[in-house]
């Protein structure tokens, strides 16, 4: 009875074993097909990527910031055209 009991224990063990290492591979190939649809619906999305839009980004700013420093130069300068020509107005 020992020896019978050993080989079934043995079996269900070798079962087990082949069971979830059956397991194992089936959710690495469900990881495997899911990353690559995940993949391919990103792809067909036209998404952009961290590190463009980032740039994009900086880009952005910059050109705001140069846009705002030239606004403050042209009114600087329209002030001293202004002044110029009331002053040539006043003095003929």
Do not use: H, Y
């Not at 397991?23 to 690559?36: F, L, M, N, P, Y």
């Amino acid at each position: 009875m020992t020896q019978t009991s050993n080989r079934l224990f043995d079996g269900l063990g070798r079962m087990m074993t082949d069971a979830a290492g059956m397991a194992d591979s089936v959710k690495r190939e469900i990881d495997t097909v899911v990353k690559s649809q995940a993949e391919r619906i990103l792809g067909d999305l036209d998404l952009v990527k961290r590190e463009e839009f980032e740039a994009a980004r900086e880009l952005a700013s910059n050109a705001r910031a140069e846009s705002e420093r030239l606004a403050a130069r042209v009114e600087a300068l329209e002030a001293q055209i202004a002044a110029f020509t009331a002053s040539k107005a006043g003095n003929p």
